[in-house]
Structure formats: structure tokens, C-alpha cells
């Protein structure tokens, strides 16, 4: 059996495709980055500079789809994306020949998508039990780049999908969350959990003060966590104390700010330790000693 090709009668054009990407990315990648790739070369020969709306118009695919696919060539350091907003993003064409050269005749990105799944197709697996939608290619691609180089448990690369699968871009959510954890210091399953704990003890607990404000419905900004923060860890005030001062603030005065209200619960601190010295004050040197264990032999 044979391929072969007929001499043209008439010329409509050629695109200028590289051999290295027919024989190391394109039998991998899947349709709509193939589609993207190829249309976008094509155009680029007519034209030195063209734009993501012409690729847009041509393919009929929106653009958040054609940014996922630049991004995925990126990922292969196929292209360049220049990504100023969501919307609104640069790209350029890399020469393959110039990557194979530069890299002592050896790909950089040897490491194709094929071994990348096979390196991780049990938690592929384990993420698509998770989910309802099963993980594209361009987003398995994603995940194992982004996890090459770091030592995460599987369990905890499966929360994340778990957590974000309702999001538009799951994928970026998902390797959002796992810099957030890593960041945070979270290594097992044990310490996320931790974790998890205390950020939903956190929330509820400003939850619980922008209800005692008038603000049941609202979520708070990074003014109203900071001060709450500060209420809570540097302050070492009770939950309980802070809704009572609260309450007692707002019968006098009307949507105290935050700035004010930091002023006040302060104040319950310095009223704390001035009652602590107090009654230091009132105590004898005996009842001091038998306090703080006496004097030494």
C-alpha cells in the first residue's frame, strides 16, 4: 500500500509546516490546539502579523477556547503567549529548528504528552473518578507540566480538581489552589485537612461579624480579613467578646468603619492588661510568691 501525490494542476497556496512538529507534537495534541496551530501558520504566511479575531472568524471558536490552545503550545515551548488580560493576549511562533538547535540537537521538550500521560495516568484516572467531566488532553498536559518539578500527593492534586470542577477553567483553578497550598505549607492529607478546618473557621467567623454589622449578605474585602485578622490572632479576642463590643457600639453609633471599630477592640486589650496590673498591684509580696512559685532556695 502506498501514499502518493498528484502533480498540481493549478496553485492554491502551501502552508510551510516543520517536520519536528508533524513527528514530536502533532500526533499528541488534540483537535482544537491542532486546528488552531495549523490555521494560525497558515494565515502567518500571507501576512507577517495577523490577529487572535482573524483565527476567531476563520475557526469559529471563541477566544477563550484559542487562548487554552496557545496555552497548551506554549506548555511545549511551541509558542510564546503574551497574556496581558483574559481577553487580551500576544502571540508568537516559535522555530522549532531554533529549539532543536539550541538545546544540543536534543528537543526540550522531549518529554512528549504521550510519556507525561503514561507518568501520570493513574491520577488521571483518579481525577476523572472525581469529576464529571473527564480531563481534556490540553488540561492533562497542564497538570503534568505544572507538577514535574514538585513532590504533591495524588489525594492532594485530586481535592483540588474536586474543588474547582464547577469552575469555567478548571484547570487554572486547580493549579491555583495547589500554589495556594504549597505556599501555605500543606504536604499531606492530614495537613490540608488542617487546614481546610481553620479557613472554614475563619469564614464563618467573619461571616458571623458582618452579620452583627448589618452586612449578612455581604462577603468581606481584604480592609474587613485584615482587621478581623487582627482581632482575632494578634488581639486574642473571643469571638463572642468582639460580637458584644460590636453590639454595644452599634446602639450609639451608626455603620461604625472598620479603622474605628479596630480603635475600640483594641482598647478592650488595654483595658485587659491595665485590670491584669491591677490586680497585681492590689496582691501582697506573699500572695505574689505563692502566685509565681516564691523565690528561689
Known amino acids: 500500500m502506498k501514499i502518493k501525490k498528484k502533480a498540481d494542476s493549478f496553485d492554491f497556496g502551501v502552508t510551510l509546516i516543520e517536520n519536528i512538529f508533524i513527528e514530536e507534537f502533532m500526533p499528541y495534541c488534540e483537535l482544537n490546539a491542532l486546528k488552531v496551530y495549523l490555521m494560525?501558520?497558515?494565515?502567518?504566511q500571507n501576512k507577517n502579523e495577523i490577529s487572535v479575531h482573524a483565527l476567531e472568524k476563520k475557526l469559529h471558536i471563541d477566544?477563550?477556547?484559542?487562548?487554552?490552545?496557545?496555552?497548551?503550545?506554549?506548555?511545549?515551548?511551541v509558542v510564546k503567549l503574551i497574556e496581558h488580560s483574559v481577553y487580551d493576549f500576544d502571540v508568537e511562533y516559535v522555530s522549532l529548528r531554533d529549539i532543536y538547535l539550541n538545546s544540543n540537537y536534543k528537543i526540550k521538550t522531549a518529554k512528549t504528552?504521550?510519556?507525561?500521560s503514561y507518568k501520570y495516568k493513574a491520577l488521571f484516572h483518579a481525577i476523572n473518578m472525581s469529576i464529571a467531566v473527564p480531563l481534556t488532553e490540553m488540561e492533562?498536559?497542564?497538570?503534568a507540566k505544572f507538577l514535574d518539578d514538585k513532590n504533591i500527593p495524588s489525594e492532594i492534586v485530586v481535592r483540588a480538581?474536586?474543588?474547582?470542577k464547577k469552575r469555567k477553567n478548571r484547570l487554572y483553578g486547580a493549579i491555583d489552589l495547589l500554589t495556594h497550598w504549597i505556599e501555605n505549607g500543606i504536604k499531606t492529607m492530614e495537613d490540608l485537612d488542617l487546614f481546610t478546618e481553620n479557613f472554614n473557621k475563619r469564614q464563618m467567623e467573619y461571616k458571623r461579624?458582618?452579620?452583627?454589622?448589618?452586612?449578612?449578605?455581604?462577603?468581606?474585602?481584604?480592609?474587613?480579613?485584615e482587621c478581623i485578622d487582627r482581632w482575632l490572632d494578634e488581639y486574642h479576642l473571643e469571638l463572642s467578646d468582639i460580637l458584644m463590643k460590636i453590639s454595644s457600639v452599634t446602639k450609639t453609633k451608626r455603620n461604625p468603619n472598620m479603622n474605628y471599630l479596630d480603635k475600640v477592640m483594641l482598647s478592650l486589650v488595654d483595658n485587659d492588661k491595665k485590670q491584669i496590673k491591677s490586680s497585681y498591684d492590689d496582691m501582697t509580696e506573699k500572695e505574689l510568691e505563692e502566685l509565681f512559685g516564691g523565690k528561689d532556695d
Not at 477566544?63 to 515551548?77: E, F, G
Request: with cysteine; net charge positive.
Open 113 to 116: 504528552s504521550y510519556e507525561r
Open 40 to 44: 494560525g501558520l497558515k494565515l502567518l
Open 140 to 143: 492533562c498536559q497542564g497538570i
Open 63 to 77: 477566544i477563550d477556547d484559542i487562548r487554552k490552545a496557545y496555552a497548551y503550545w506554549q506548555n511545549l515551548s
Open 209 to 225: 461579624i458582618l452579620k452583627a454589622l448589618g452586612f449578612p449578605y455581604s462577603h468581606p474585602n481584604s480592609g474587613d480579613k
Open 161 to 164: 480538581f474536586t474543588t474547582t
